[in-house]
């Protein structure tokens, strides 16, 4: 159960951090220090998604839920398609 709960956590912060990247300019822009914040996420989320890097994020959710007894259907590093890309 609190596995299940863990993986949860890590899967609502990567999507906090996948929506900071896109629209954390919006937000951040009144204040100088969340911007640089948000344009060193921004580099790192381009760097990542350019060669493939994969997230640790997306293993730490995978393990935490194979702890909790959960069999995966998606495939490794790819929250993006099983949360977002799938309902579309």
């Not at 060193?40 to 997306?58: A, D, E």
């Not at 995978?62 to 995966?72: D, V």
Request: net charge positive; with cysteine; proline share 3%.
């Amino acid at each position: 159960m609190i596995y299940k709960f863990l993986a949860g956590c890590v899967a609502v912060c990567h999507m906090t951090f996948i929506l900071f990247v896109l629209v954390g300019g919006l937000i951040a822009f009144p204040f100088n220090g969340l911007m640089i914040l948000h344009m060193v996420c921004v580099v790192y989320g381009v760097i990542n998604r350019k060669r493939n890097m994969g997230c640790f994020l997306t293993r730490w959710e995978r393990a935490l839920r194979i702890k909790a007894g959960e069999t995966l259907s998606w495939p490794l590093d790819e929250f993006m398609p099983h949360y977002i890309w799938s309902h579309f």
